[in-house]
């Protein structure tokens, strides 16, 4: 099986904050170097999907396309992801191991 | 590739306006409306009208309801009040707006839980907003400003809030599943935006303006000046908010999302300037500042509020300039905000959440207990502080942008 040339996002129709969530999980599930064009309608991620993309080390490719009132960006997926990872689940301890534990 | 650094991120798209200057607009604006009126900038109390209409189409007696006698008096239709035009006249901007910038799409969420997730969350914030005597603008934005204590509870438990309601808008039950698409054959192509569809708009929008200034030269000329004031200053409130984007959930949602402050900063920079310039209002035309009680009522309302316009994706702004601008979701939310708006009034003497949660409530106002000056420091060393507890957060953002790439971060 080839792979993929990149993967491809549509988020048109959905509302916020749900373009910016969606992407960051999508781009935490590529490997790194892969590429993700997504699609928005949400004029509030025109700024916040690069935004928030880059500042969780991905990388803006192009300048994003206009196409009316959908906006396509394209990512390359970082190779380390920076920040809390939204979905990320943190490692369960048990309530009598939190206590008296430096990390 | 262009490259816009902020003090945030590496790269910022050009889209609309910057929403710090924006928010600062209109915090001089929203006082100068202050000042001609005497009434703040605020929607819900006229959602809560808006309801009360309905319910009494549909045959009910609401003029005998406690809060529609005592705290939003229902006399005449919307276009007889400044609040009523306040909110059309905000509308019709946001729309005019979202037209000429091509901005106007019919949105259909991909995914039909949305319009219960708005219609839920707006049902609650309305509810909530109402039981604290305001929404992001008359318990917040405009309420800052007037010196009164609720306000600033208000905004806290709204805070709180909305960090609850993030917790359960990142459930993948929620919010659903992401499914990005491989894609085998050549690079995206993008074709223009359709020429036809956007003078079409731009005819839609060029109507509402006309429809505008009629409406306000004729109240104008007619002696009820007042009028003509609310649909200028809505319609501007109304492009402002569309062109900026101002959402008042984004400011704080983004926070715990994904720990941007951007929008919370630029938050606190309209409240900086609409405090500085009520309080000029005020020593100037030696008017009363506004109070309303704060209060149980005020917290409960704030939690609820901002759990609520979590849930459903906007406030009361945020909400009314995604509808204008297509999206369906914020119209139901819309829808949500009136109904909950409305039973809060409905329960207001009939379940005795006024007897029980407000009736006890001081009303507290800084200007008026302990003096222009006082007031005025106290209010924007409080700023200073908020600014400041989101500090961590900014910083941490800024590390992580820095160590992104080794690009040097604009101050």
């Known amino acids: 099986m080839t792979t993929p040339d990149y993967y491809a996002l549509d988020l048109r129709g959905e509302s916020c904050p749900y373009p910016v969530i969606h992407t960051l999980e999508a781009l935490h599930g590529l490997m790194p170097g892969e590429i993700l064009q997504v699609q928005t309608d949400c004029p509030q991620a025109y700024r916040n999907i690069p935004d928030d993309a880059t500042a969780a080390g991905h990388e803006l490719m192009a300048d994003p396309s206009r196409e009316g009132a959908v906006m396509t960006f394209l990512f390359r997926r970082g190779e380390k992801v920076l920040g809390t990872h939204l979905t990320q689940d943190k490692p369960r301890r048990p309530w009598f191991r939190r206590f008296g534990t430096t990390s | ?411």
């Open chain 2, 1 to 411: 590739m262009s490259q816009f650094q902020s003090y945030d991120t590496m790269y910022r798209t050009r889209v609309g306006l910057a929403p710090g200057p924006v928010f600062a607009l209109l915090g001089v604006l929203s006082a100068v409306y202050f000042a001609i009126t005497g009434t703040v900038w605020a929607v819900t109390g006229e959602f809560t009208r808006l309801g009360g209409h309905v319910v009494e189409g549909l045959g009910a007696d609401v003029h005998a309801w406690q809060y529609y006698q005592e705290v939003t008096t229902l006399n005449g239709a919307p276009i007889d009040r400044t609040d009523g035009w306040i909110v059309i006249a905000m509308l019709a901007g946001s729309l005019i707006a979202a037209l000429y910038a091509g901005d106007f799409r019919l949105r259909l969420p991909p995914q039909k839980r949305r319009f219960a997730q708005a219609l839920a969350g707006g049902i609650i914030a309305g509810f909530g907003a109402r039981l604290a005597y305001g929404c992001n603008l008359a318990a917040m934005f405009t309420g800052i400003p007037q010196f009164s204590l609720h306000a600033w509870i208000f905004t806290a438990a709204t805070a709180l809030g909305t960090l609850a309601g993030v917790k359960l808008i990142k459930q993948r039950w929620w919010r659903g599943p992401t499914r990005p698409v491989p894609v085998y054959l050549g690079a995206p192509g993008s074709a223009a935006g359709n020429p036809k569809k956007k003078a079409a708009h731009r005819s839609v929008a060029s109507i509402v303006i006309l429809g505008l200034v009629a409406a306000a030269l004729a109240y104008a000329a007619t002696g009820r000046g007042m009028l003509s004031v609310a649909i200028v200053f809505g319609a501007v409130f109304g492009i402002l908010i569309q062109r900026g984007q101002i959402c008042f959930t984004a400011a704080f949602r983004d926070l715990w999302v994904t720990r941007k402050t951007k929008l919370n900063d630029a938050l606190i920079l309209g409240l900086a300037a609409a405090v500085i310039t009520t309080w000029l209002v005020l020593q100037i035309g030696g008017m009363d500042p506004l109070t309303k009680p704060a209060g149980i009522g005020t917290v409960i309302g704030g939690l609820l509020f901002g759990l609520g316009i979590i849930m459903a994706g906007a406030c009361e702004t945020g909400m009314m300039y995604r509808a204008m601008e297509g999206q369906t979701a914020a119209v139901v939310a819309f829808v949500g905000n009136i109904i909950g708006a409305t039973v809060l009034a409905y329960g207001w003497d009939t379940w005795g959440i006024y007897a029980t949660l407000v009736a006890p409530s001081p009303s507290f106002n800084f200007y008026q207990a302990w003096g222009p000056w006082p007031a005025l420091i106290i209010s924007l060393v409080l700023l200073g502080i908020w600014a400041g507890a989101v500090r961590p957060l900014r910083r941490s953002r800024q590390e992580r942008v820095r160590t992104s790439t080794e690009t040097e971060l604009v101050p």
